[in-house]
Each structure stands twice: as C-alpha cells, then as structure tokens.
C-alpha cells in the first residue's frame, strides 16, 4: 500500500466542531424544560418548527451554493442557532415569525455573509431583533407563568391547542388570556410608580416573578455544564453578568425609587440566556481572553442602558449586535503578548 | 531551586508509551548496506574523504565538517564505500541528499579509538574539538552540531545549564530508555559540558510519566559535584520545546529572535550528553543511537539501538512489521513529526523514533470545516499566539499581517491544529506563509543587492574618474617644479657634473613612468569596457590595472626621487630657496587671509573656496617652514618618509575598519534574517576585526617611533581628532536615545542596539584617548594629564556602575528576566572600574595595588544560598520520612543531609574565608572596614538628603540655589570615595 503524506501533527483531538454543537444544543434542554414548565408547550413547539426550518433553509442553500450538503448539514450549526432563536420567541410566536426569523438568521445573517465562521453578526440575534422591530405587536405579548392562569395548580394550555394557537387555527382571543406583560415591560412600563410599589401591585412581579428565577437557573446550569465542558471560557459570562450586576448595583444605591434592583436585572428577561448561549458564540466575539472580557463588558453594560433608557424592554438582542460590530475592533487592540516579547503588540501596524 | 512555572497553553495526547517501554534497548541487526547522509546535522554538509571501493573500519572518518557549523561523519560500521550519490534522506520535503553507501562486511571491526584520560586536563578548545570530531549533533530536535553550543560560554554568561529529558511527544520513548540503563552516561556528559560552560546551576527537566527514569536519575545524580536539580514536570505537550522548557524550569522567556545563550541559559538533550560521555570517555563517535519503534503495524514495538544509516525496512522488519497494516510511516512524534513515503530510507542522527501507523490508528485529516472562531486554538498555543487570526491571514495571503502577529514565533508545535474542532490543518497554513515570506523577502534582498551593487559601482567610477583629474593635476605640478628647480640650479651652479649626469637618468625615468601610466590607462579602459559589458575575465584584467597601478606609481616614484635627489647634493642653495619658499608661502598665506576676511566681511564672493584655498595655503605653509626647518636643523628626509609610512598604515588601518565595520553590519542582518551563514560570518567578522588590531598595532608602534612627526603637524591633527571625538560623542547620544526610545517600547531590537550603543562609546572613547593622547605631548605634561584623564573615566565609571546597579536592584525585585543579562554588564562594567584603578594605580601609584587573587565573591555567596535551600530541602524531607517511619529512605536521605551539609559548610567556609581576607587586607592598611561600611552609608545617606534639598531647592526657587548645589556636589564626592574605597575591600 503506498503510504500517505501529510503534513504534522499526525494526531488529532477526537472533538469537532459538531461535537461542540451538540454540547450547546444539550445544555440548553434545562432551560427548555423551565420555559415548558411555566409557560407551556409554546417554546417546545418554536424550537421544533425553527430546527425543521433550519435545516431546510441550510439544505436549500447549501444545495444552491454548491456544497457538500451533508457534510455542512452535519455541523449542527443551523440547529443550535434555531434553537437559540426559538427560546428568545414569545411561546407564543405565530408560525410565521419563526419563519420570517429562521429566514433571516440562516439565509442573511449566515450565508449570505459567507457561512459559518465568516458571519460577523450572531444569526439569531441579528433575527430577533429584525422581528422585535417589524413586529413588535406578536413579538411583546409574552406567555403567562402558570400560576398567574392557574393558581398552584400546575395547569398550561393543551399541547394540541398551543398549536393551534401557533398556527393560526384557534381563536386568537383565547390566546389573549394566556399572554401578558414580562416583567422587564411591567418594570419599563409603570406610569409612575416607585419600583417598590410596583413590585407589590403588578401581578407578573408580585407572584409571577418566580417562573423567570427558575428559567434563568435553568439557563445558568446549562452555561456552567458548557464551562465545565470547556467549550467556551468563564470570560464572557463573567463580564457580561459582572458588568451588569456592577452598573444596577450603582443605580440601585442611587435611587432605589426609580431603579430596579440588580438581582432583577440579572434574573429577568433573557440576561442568562443571553450571557451563556449568546454572548459566548465564538464566530461573532472577540477572541482573546482579555478580548472577551471588554466585549463581555460592553454588552452587561449596553443591555443596562437600552433597559433603562431605550425602546424596547429587552436588550440583549440590541447589546449584543453592537458588541459584535465592535469585535473585530477589539481583536485588533487585545493581542495576547507573545512568548519571547516584551510586550503586546497593538493594532494593525505593517498590515493595511 | 526546584520551583516550578508554567507556560501558557499545551495539550495533552494521548501518550502510548507503555506499548514500546516493556522491552530492553535491544541492539538492531547491522544491515547490508548502510546510507550514510553527509548532512545529518544543521549546517554545511561534511565533505567526503573516502572513495568508491575503499575498505573503512568501524568508527572511521568517512567525511570531514566542513565550516564552522558542521561535524565530521564516521563509518557506523566496518565495510567497503560501494557508492556516493544522493539517496532519498529523512527530510520533510522528501528530497534527496548525497550519502556515502557502505556494503558491509559484517565483523564490524573498529577503527582503534579510545577516549580521554582525563578530559579536565585539556585545554578547553581540545575538549571542544574532540567532541566535533566525534560527529556530535543534537540528537533531539534540528540536529545543531554541539560543539558550537559549548562555546556559548565564551561570549555569553552562562548561567544556567537546562538538559532536556521530558520526551513530551507521544510515542517516543528513546529517551525514557536511555536513562533507565544509562543514566550514569548522561550525568557524566553533563559533567562535560558543565566543565565547558562552568554554568552555576544545572537542571534536568523531566515529565512526571518516567517515574523509572526519575529514579534512575536521582541515583546516578548523587554521584556529582554539580549543583544539579531535577525538575520533575507535569506531562503536558510540548513541554519539551526548548523554550517552553526554558520557561517552565526557570520562569525566563527568551526574548524572540534570540538564542537562550542570550539569557545565559544552553540547552542540551540527554541523548546528546550520553553521546558526549561514549565519545570523551570510550572515544566513541556518534554512530548509533537508540531509535523507538512504534505504531500498531509493528507486532514488536520497542526500542533499538541502531546504526546511523540503517536503511528504516531493517528496523520495521526487525519488530515485525505488517506491511499490510502500514498505512503511514512517521520520523519523529505524532505532532511534530514527518512523514516518508519509502522504507528504505536511512534513519540519522536526530532519528529518535519511527512510527509504523495502522489506518485506524492515525486516519487521514478529515475534510476541515470553516474556522467557528472557538478560539480553543488560541487557548493551547504555547507561544501565546493567535493561531485563528494567523490562520485567517495565511489564507487571505495578508503575510504583513500575519508577521505582524508574530507569525515567526510559532513553533510549529502543532497543538493548535490537535484541538481544532474544525480540524483545520492550521500548521500547514504557517508553513506556507512562512516559507512566502521567507521567499519575498529573499527577492527583496536580491533586488536590494543589485542596487547597492549599482550604486557602489557608480560611485566607484566616479571616484576613479576624479582620482585620474587629481593624479593629473599633481603631476602638472611636479613637472613645473621640476622645471623651476632646474633653472635654478642651471642659474646658481652652471657647474654641476653631478646633477648634469643625473640628467639622461631622469628623462628615462619620465618616458618609463609615461609609458606605464599609457598602459595603465588602457588597462582601465579596457576593465571599465568589461564591467559595462559584465564580461567574463573581469577579475583578470582588474588584477592587470592593479598592477599597472603598481608599477605606474613605482615609476613615477623612481622618477620623483630622482628628481628630488640633487637636493642634498646642495643643501645651502637648497636651504636658501626654501627660505624662499617659505617666505612666499606666508605672503601667500597672508593674501588669502585678507581675502577671506574681506568676503566675509562684505559677505560676497565665494567664502567656502576662499576658506578651502585658506587651509590649503596654511597647509602649504606649514610644509614650506618645515621643510626650511628641517633642512637648517640639517635634519634628514626621514622624517617625511617616516610619515608618509605613518599615512599609508593610517590609510590601511582605516580601509581594515571599514571593513570590519562592513561585515559587522552585514552580520546583523544576518543575524536578524536567522541566517545560517551567521556562524561563519562572525568568525569572518573576528578575522577582520584581528587584521584591524594588528594594523592599528602596528600603526601605533610606527607612530611612536616617529614623534617628531606627530608634534609636527599636532596641531592640525588635534583639531581634526576633537573633531573626530565631537562626532562620535553625537553618534553615542543618538544611539543611546534611540535605545532609550526601544527599550521603552519593549523592542526586541533592544540588545542589539545595547551592543552597538556600547561599540559606539568604545569607539567615542577611542577617539578621546587619542585625543588626549595628541593633546598630552603639547602641554608637555603628559603624566599628570594621563592621571586626571584616568581619575575622570573612574569616575564617570563608577557613577555607571551605580547607576546599573540601581537598575539591576530594580530588575530583581520586579523580578524581570532581563536581571540577569543586566547582573552580567554591572560585573562587566565593574571589572572596568577596576581595570581603571588598577591603571591609575600604576600610572601614578596613588593607590594601592588591588587585590590579585580573583575571586567571585558574589558567586560565593549564590553558592552558599544553593547549598543552604538545598540542605533545608533535604531536610524536610528527611523530617517528613522521619515521621512516617521509612526506614529506607531515612538512611538514603541522612546520608544525603550530611552530604549536603558538608557541601553547606564547605561553601560557607569558602566565602568567609573570603570575607575574612578582606577584613585582614583592609586592617593591614590601617583601615576598619566595618567603620568604612559605616562611613559609606552615612556618607550616601548624605547624598540623598542634599540631593533632597537640593530638589527642593529647585522647586522653590531659593535663592542660595549654588550653595546647596555645591553641597550636593561635596557631598557626592564624599560618598564616591568612601565607596570605592569600600569596593576595593567588599564587593
Ligand atoms: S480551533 Fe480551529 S475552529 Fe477554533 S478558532 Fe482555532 S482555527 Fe478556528
Ligand atoms: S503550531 Fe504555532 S500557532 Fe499552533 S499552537 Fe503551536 S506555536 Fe501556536
């Protein structure tokens, strides 16, 4: 047999990148199954209309730019961000906003940029927030935890009827009283009222609160499952969530009337989800250690600002678009410091 | 000693060592035919010495090193040369190299060979021979001829010995196997080297997965006198790449673009220091070496001391190899290692492991998916780089950015490629690029050596061109002097049979000299045609012009001194017209200061050309009173001659610098360009540089023997050589601006620019001392000159040495890498001083001679703390073996607690002794030295508080601003003296 020639090192690490996929994908089933338990069978049913939409928009695509279909199916690239964009969506989405955002995250935000790797914007972020402006109607009415509907008793909305609701074929108005405020809109929303008093009269914060701690913890042993599996670094979450907890921390001292607590701030809306499963998509972050704890920074800090002072309730979809513009930019400053060099080199000197 | 650091990064394979360790070293089969590679190391090939059909022992020389950076090649077995031509060659582009085949015969009969009596006994550069002569190369990484590295302690500092034995590649096991059985072996080759290099420290690192091996080690170590250290490591690849090594046992980096002698740090394998120790001891030469074989096409996988040049079949049939499960062959580690396509190629000196790969075992790459940035990558790269960005600039070809991102720093170690989930051949990216750039920039040093080459031949022309005109003029000059002189001569002494018989002899003279200079000239035509043309036989006919030139300038010469030689014959005549002469010259001079002053004056006409007639016309002068001087003094025309010899050395001597000057330049490019032609032209360099001393020698010495000369035209020369200090003086600033700016910035570029800042001062004060020296002989009181010049460089050395002694003091407590390099130039710039002293000493016996007898007393002291942190070491662990009742170890561990306790002791004792003998001296000369220490420190303190006032002062704007400066000063130099006298006593 004629012996091969290749180039070193003749070994490799029995990791891939789909191997890195399907980590993600996993860890995101704790905060799956919280979203479920509280708000009914809406997120399961995005998740699985995006994953099939997916991988048809990437089947599709990938056929008309004359690729190897399955081998770049196999990536599990398109799943995790269907995924992702399916537990950012309202339970419940109508059909066709997960379509127009699957669309949009997989054919514009991903291959139209070149695919995998060279797309400088999160797929799924840059979905969401296309849908949040575009829609804003379908995507603000958020699900009620259970216990605002139903009291202690654990009761949701039947699956076949979720779907239903999601597809169009039951009456919207029963889906009316399924939906309500988030807490993050009772927060921004208030006419007035001190924190504190909010706090005590709008029902999503005064008993409903509870089903967003639980997601979010959810949300939290997934990303510590995936530092644990080393597949991304404590650097971002750390920044994200720290910067965060730093910046409501200073309003809270400072007016406790008038800001929310940072606690809140950390629990509510998406942070969790936003910190570990978003913040941390390697394509679209920075890349050194030092890199990713300035971009982490800048979204705690950005979601911070848009909350309190843009908008629209929820910001991570915003903070983190605009962190991944900056990316490339702090790549460029964060140069580790080489073995043998006095010190990091900085910027693009001798290059253009 | 034995703390540990860590480098950034690293991996972990899987290791499969176990499968090749269960066996003994077993000895390989001598093959029928042997390929022996004539370059097996890094550097020029060895040229052969045998021939086809020649019968050679074991152990011969079959080829000799060739160059500075070679080694010779010796037969691994005895036979007959069947063959000398180019056989495929371990090498990772597959090429082919020429090789020496020996069909052997199979008694393997050796060469009569036997090793050193004592190798203590010989003079270092002996040592050093003999092991390049026994074929020595580093046997674990590029193959670097050894002997080279053990001159490193010639001209560095080495401090610290670093022997490689982690093995961190998978697989490989050579090493492992050697020091279970051979442990002795390597201990004892470190003893070589370290006699060599005299390093204060020496320090084994090893992975902690050979714990046989660390045993083996730790028995055979005990034997040595060397303050020795073995680091145990954890296993984490590439901990054995020399400067992750480097990093890891001493928490040093060595800085990029330079070598670890740089940081007084060498690095040697273990396989290397054995073979040092079969050759020095047993006279053996490099010709075999222990070979793992490994991989699951092989039934027997172990470990084979094999001859260097077994053709690899040999080996693999030897473990039983599967051919059909043989899918890939792999010289060297899974990472870092190459592969080969044909089994009949020969192993070589670096050779450490072959790997007979199943296709289960090492699968093709699978296809790469598109970087996902995961930066895993940048997370394991042990050079701390970023190897996605370079990934992505290889690929894009944006090569200044990759170099930018110091792609040159990458290892190829291979580990980023390992992680990368989208199995990107990431190191096959940075060989490509680096090997454009390398390609670019070699076109760019081509294009810009055509130009210089231009260049310079245009400026050649052009001098030659002017050299005609100037050559020209003068003998204008010459003919109508002649003219002058003969109808002088005609007028005052009609009868003059002497100088009339001299006369046919002068006309032959003038038509010899013209008939050359024409042949000269059509010479230079001819050669200049050539150089247009670039034809071939240019250095002929340049060698013709040369001699023309010779003999043109001989004839003109036997011309001119037939012309000159009449005038003894009438010295009075002469002397009156050189009075003439001379007179003339100063009216003339006069004029032309007039004239000078009036332009300038009226600011018109052309002043610089006035000003350049000036200087001529005072030169003229000059000469004119000198002559008339000479010729009343009834002085010989020696002294002129004596002079003219004095330009002609100076001229020499100058031309020799130049040179020097040039290849030292062209060496630092190459230097920096990682050349290898690097060796050879610094010992290129240092030839030179010993023609240029020789030359100024000599200068030096024709100089003294002609004072008379020098006073002569002092004053000029004076001025020209302040000119020459003024200059240098400016040269040294920018330089040493220039290196502030880099050093700020972190520059690599640094030390170099240290070592030309400091070639610059040299040559500053060069240029001072021979201008004090000019100047000294016109005051007429050269001694005390000399002192006071001595007495100032002492001090301004010694406010240097402080100076650095501060930075030092400053580098140590932040712990920078660089204290040590800065440790070397304060010991440096302290020996200076006491050169100084010692000189000043002699020159005006002021002060008392300095000690003789050299000892380190710092170095005393290193020893002392080594034995004492190793003497606690010892004894904790025999403290912890106490409590826990083992009673083996205990014994072990006392025995090695008295031992390391007397060593303690020994130091001590050493160093107070030391001490002690300058108490003594220092009370011999009536001078308490504790008291002085107390002095000095009182007298520093001094220093601060006026230097304190003094700012404030400043700040404030007192008024008795002087006063206090003046006490500061006074202060200052308090403290300066109490200093040195303490430094005489302390160190
Ligand atoms: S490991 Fe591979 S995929 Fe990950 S950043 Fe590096 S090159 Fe890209
Ligand atoms: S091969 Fe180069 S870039 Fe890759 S890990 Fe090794 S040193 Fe770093």
Wanted: a negative charge; glycine letters at 6%; proline letters at 5%.
């Amino acid at each position: 047999m004629a012996l091969i020639r290749t180039s070193s090192p003749h070994l490799h690490k029995a990791s891939s990148t789909a191997d890195v996929m399907r980590l993600v994908a996993l860890a995101t089933l704790p905060g799956l199954a919280a979203m479920t338990f509280f708000f009914g069978w809406g997120t399961i049913i995005n998740v699985m209309w995006a994953c099939l939409l997916a991988v048809g928009f990437e089947a599709c695509i990938v056929k008309i730019r004359k690729r190897p279909l399955g081998f770049y199916l196999k990536d599990y690239s398109a799943i995790v961000t269907a995924l992702l964009l399916g537990l950012a969506l309202p339970p419940f989405a109508p059909w066709w906003i997960t379509l127009v955002g699957v669309f949009v995250a997989i054919v514009i935000a991903k291959h139209l940029y070149g695919g995998l790797g060279q797309n400088p914007f999160n797929p799924a972020m840059v979905a969401y927030a296309l849908l949040l402006v575009s829609f804003p109607v379908q995507m603000t009415s958020w699900a009620e935890p259970f216990v605002l509907t139903h009291g202690d008793s654990w009761q949701v909305l039947e699956f076949t009827q979720t779907l239903g609701a999601i597809f169009g074929s039951v009456d919207p108005a029963l889906i009316d009283m399924y939906t309500g405020a988030t807490p993050l809109d009772a927060m921004r929303h208030r006419g007035g009222l001190t924190t504190e008093e909010v706090w005590r009269t709008v029902p999503v914060l005064a008993e409903g609160i509870g089903a967003w701690h639980a997601v979010s913890a959810a949300y939290l042993m997934g990303g510590v499952f995936l530092i644990y599996r080393k597949v991304f670094t404590l650097h971002t979450p750390a920044a994200v969530l720290g910067s965060l907890a730093v910046i409501s921390s200073i309003f809270y001292m400072l007016d406790p009337y008038a800001f929310a607590d940072p606690f809140f701030h950390l629990t509510a809306g998406a942070t969790m989800l936003g910190a570990f499963f978003i913040a941390t998509d390697p394509v679209t972050s920075a890349t050194s250690n030092r890199g990713k704890i300035i971009f982490g920074i800048g979204i705690g800090i950005l979601i911070y600002v848009i909350r309190g002072w843009g908008g629209y309730p929820d910001a991570i979809a915003f903070a983190v678009l605009l962190m991944n513009l900056c990316a490339p930019f702090i790549d460029q400053y964060t140069q580790p410091r080489s073995y043998g060099h006095a010190k990091a080199k900085r910027g693009m000197k001798g290059g253009a | 000693m034995s703390t540990q650091f860590s480098f950034h990064g690293g991996v972990h394979p899987p290791e499969n060592k176990h499968r090749t360790t269960g066996l003994s070293v077993q000895t390989a089969p001598i093959p029928a035919e042997l390929v022996v590679p004539l370059s097996q190391h890094i550097g020029a090939p060895s040229e052969i010495v045998v021939a086809i059909g020649d019968k050679v022992l074991k152990g011969q020389v079959i080829a000799e090193a060739a160059g500075r950076i070679s080694v010779n090649v010796h037969a691994p077995s005895s036979g007959t040369v069947v063959a000398i031509e180019k056989r495929a060659v371990p090498h990772i582009s597959g090429m082919q190299a020429p090789c020496i085949i020996i069909e052997t015969d199979g008694e393997d009969r050796w060469i009569e060979h036997q090793g050193l009596a004592d190798y203590h006994t010989l003079p270092k550069q002996e040592l050093i021979d003999f092991v390049r002569h026994h074929g020595i190369s580093g046997m674990g990484g590029a193959g670097f001829p050894t002997d080279v590295k053990l001159h490193l302690g010639d001209d560095h500092i080495v401090n610290t010995l670093v022997i490689n034995a982690m093995e961190c590649e998978p697989y490989i096991t050579a090493d492992d196997m050697l020091l279970r059985e051979h442990s002795d072996k390597v201990i004892k080759g470190i003893e070589v080297i370290a006699h060599l290099l005299q390093p204060s420290h020496v320090m084994i690192g090893i992975e902690d997965n050979k714990p046989q091996a660390i045993r083996a080690l730790e028995l055979a170590a005990k034997e040595t006198k060397l303050n020795l250290d073995i680091v145990v490591v954890p296993t984490v690849y590439p901990s054995g790449g020399e400067k992750q090594l480097i990093k890891l046992l001493t928490g040093i980096e060595v800085p990029t673009g330079h070598i670890p002698a740089d940081v007084g740090i060498v690095c040697q394998n273990v396989g290397t220091t054995a073979a040092i120790y079969d050759a020095v001891f047993d006279g053996i030469p490099l010709i075999s070496r222990i070979v793992t074989l490994a991989g699951e096409a092989l039934a027997q996988p172990h470990n084979m001391r094999a001859l260097i040049g077994t053709p690899l079949e040999v080996l693999l049939e030897a473990a039983e190899i599967n051919q059909n499960a043989l899918y890939r062959l792999v010289i060297g580690g899974p990472m870092m290692g190459f592969t080969v396509e044909s089994q009949s190629i020969p192993m070589i000196k670096t050779t450490n492991c072959i790997i007979a790969a199943s296709y289960e075992e090492m699968p093709p790459a699978p296809p790469a998916n598109p970087c996902i940035r995961c930066g895993i990558c940048e997370q394991v790269c042990p050079a701390e780089l970023l190897p996605q960005q370079l990934h992505w600039f290889a690929k894009g070809k944006e090569f200044d950015k990759a170099k930018q991102h110091n792609l040159f720093d990458c290892i190829e170690c291979g580990a980023c490629s390992y992680v990368c989930p989208s199995n990107i051949p990431l190191v096959q990216y940075y060989r490509f690029a680096k090997s454009e750039i390398r390609n670019e920039e070699a076109e760019q040093r081509k294009a810009d050596h055509a130009r210089i080459r231009f260049e310079a031949r245009q400026a050649r022309l052009e001098q030659e061109k002017a050299d005609k005109e100037a050559r020209r003029k003068q003998r204008a000059a010459d003919a109508a002097k002649a003219q002058a002189v003969k109808k002088d001569k005609a007028a005052t002494s009609p009868d003059s049979d002497k100088a009339k018989s001299g006369e046919p002899d002068l006309k032959a003279l003038k038509t010899a000299a013209a008939v050359s200079r024409t042949k000269l000239k059509k010479a230079q035509k001819a050669l200049q045609n050539a150089q247009d043309k670039e034809l071939d036989g240019q250095d002929k006919l340049k060698a013709t012009v040369a001699e023309l030139e010779v003999k043109a300038e001989a004839a003109q010469q036997a011309f001119d001194q037939a012309q000159n030689a009449p005038a003894p014959a009438a010295p009075v005549l002469d002397i009156k017209q050189l009075k003439t002469n001379a007179a003339v010259a100063r009216t003339k001079l006069k004029q032309a200061e007039k004239a000078l002053d009036k332009a300038e004056t009226s600011g018109e006409g052309d002043i610089e050309a006035l000003r350049v007639k000036l200087s001529e016309q005072q030169a003229k002068t000059v000469a004119a009173q000198a002559a008339y001087d000479n010729a009343e003094s009834g002085g010989v025309a020696a002294n002129s001659v004596s002079n003219e010899k004095l330009e002609g050395l100076k001229a020499d001597m100058e031309a020799a610098l130049g040179k020097v000057n040039k290849a030292q330049k062209a060496l630092d490019t190459a230097i920096e360009g990682n050349s290898p032609a690097v060796e050879k032209m610094k010992a290129g360099v240092e030839k030179l540089q010993a023609k240029y001393d020789t030359l100024k020698a000599e200068y030096e010495s024709t100089q003294n023997l002609a004072p008379t000369a020098a006073v002569a035209v002092s004053s000029e020369q004076v001025a020209d050589l302040k000119a020459d200090m003024d200059g240098m003086a400016a040269k040294v600033e920018k330089a040493q601006k220039a290196l502030d700016v880099a050093v700020e910035s972190g520059s690599p570029a640094a030390e170099k620019m240290k070592a030309g800042v400091e070639k610059l001062q040299a040559k500053y004060e060069a240029a001072k001392d021979e201008y004090e020296k000019a100047i000294s002989p016109l005051n007429s009181v050269p001694l005390s000159i000399d002192l006071e010049g001595l007495k100032a460089d002492i001090e301004a050395l010694s406010g240097k040495v402080q100076k650095a002694q501060t930075a030092l003091a400053a580098a140590q407590s932040s712990g920078s890498p660089a204290a040590e390099k800065m440790k070397a130039g304060v010991e440096k710039l302290q020996s200076k001083l006491d050169d100084l002293h010692q000189e000043y000493a002699q020159a005006g016996g002021q002060l008392p001679e300095p000690e003789p007898e050299v000892i380190d007393p710092k170095a005393l002291k290193q020893q002392v703390s080594i034995m004492r942190t190793k003497l606690k070491k010892a004894q904790q662990a025999l403290e912890t073996a106490n409590e826990q009742g083992d009673a083996e170890d205990l014994s072990e561990l006392n025995a090695e607690v008295e031992r390391l306790t007397s060593l303690h002791d020994e130091a001590k004792a050493a160093f107070d002794a030391y001490e002690k003998t300058q108490v003594d001296k220092a009370a011999a000369e009536g001078i308490d030295l504790k008291q002085l220490k107390i002095d000095a420190a009182m007298a520093r303190a001094a220093v601060t508080k006026a230097e304190r006032a003094a700012k404030k002062a400043r700040e404030e704007k007192v008024e008795d601003l002087s006063g206090i400066e003046q006490q500061l000063v006074v202060a200052q130099q308090e403290a300066e003296h109490l200093n040195q006298t303490l430094s005489r006593f302390t160190d």
